[in-house]
């Protein structure tokens, strides 16, 4: 069964930093691209960040270039998100996500599976 199960989410002031982490089934951890996506309160599905399995290439929205370092664990089944120098505007749902085919990134219609996410919530 596919399965994607994240965690590392709360409450924290702008400033700070906060690690989610994916734990994925064996099956789903075989998939070539694993993302993160958010979603505000009233806000469509936004694209965080993805890594290709093969190569570790990375990929980010540009709103966490410099702050969101995306890295994944093949041994443990498991892809991170390392958020820093967070913002009030970071505040949303994530949710990790996973699919096959290296293309179209940061499109959120193109992830075949997803984990239920995790609250992150930034204090001004």
């Known amino acids: 069964q596919v399965q994607l199960v994240e965690s590392g989410g709360g409450l924290v002031q702008a400033g700070g930093s906060l690690r989610l982490s994916c734990a994925a089934s064996?099956?789903?951890?075989?998939?070539?691209?694993m993302g993160w996506f958010r979603q505000a309160a009233g806000k469509d599905y936004e694209f965080v960040a993805a890594?290709?399995?093969?190569?570790?290439?990375?990929y980010y929205t540009d709103s966490v270039k410099g702050r969101f370092t995306i890295s994944r664990d093949n041994a443990k089944n498991t892809v991170y998100l390392q958020m820093d120098s967070l913002k009030p505007e970071d505040t949303a749902v994530y949710h990790c996500?996973?699919?096959?085919?290296?293309?179209?990134?940061?499109?959120?219609?193109?992830?075949?599976?997803w984990g239920l996410g995790t609250q992150v919530t930034v204090s001004s």
């Open positions: 890594i290709v399995r093969t190569g570790g290439t990375t």
């Open positions: 064996e099956r789903t951890a075989s998939r070539n691209v």
């Open positions: 996500a996973a699919k096959e085919a290296p293309v179209y990134y940061s499109d959120f219609g193109t992830y075949a599976y």
